[in-house]
């Protein structure tokens, strides 16, 4: 019940934080890094964050699930950027 407090309407409470790092994890640092390293000029997408609270249900997941979720997405990240040998940091948009 506590995870699921909001100090305000306008606030996000605990469990709906912890979800959107996920999210943000896996659909905007992991896809626009690799957009970065690997194909610069393509256009990064676009989306609304603030949607995904209701639209994704974030405040209406388990915690225990969603704290396991973030460390599997984590250690995946960290995994990736671990085997990305040698990027070429100096890429020109075309």
Do not use: C, G
Request: hydrophobic share 35%; charged share 35%.
């Amino acid at each position: 019940e506590q995870v699921r407090w909001k100090p305000a309407n306008d606030r996000w409470s605990l469990l709906e934080i912890i979800n959107h790092i996920i999210d943000i994890e896996v659909e905007d640092f992991r896809y626009n890094f690799e957009l970065i390293l690997f194909n610069p000029a393509k256009a990064w997408p676009s989306f609304d964050e603030m949607k995904w609270i209701t639209s994704r249900r974030y405040n209406e997941r388990e915690l225990r699930s969603s704290i396991e979720n973030f460390k599997r997405e984590r250690d995946y990240s960290i995994n990736w950027l671990q085997e990305v040998s040698k990027p070429d940091l100096f890429l020109q948009h075309s």
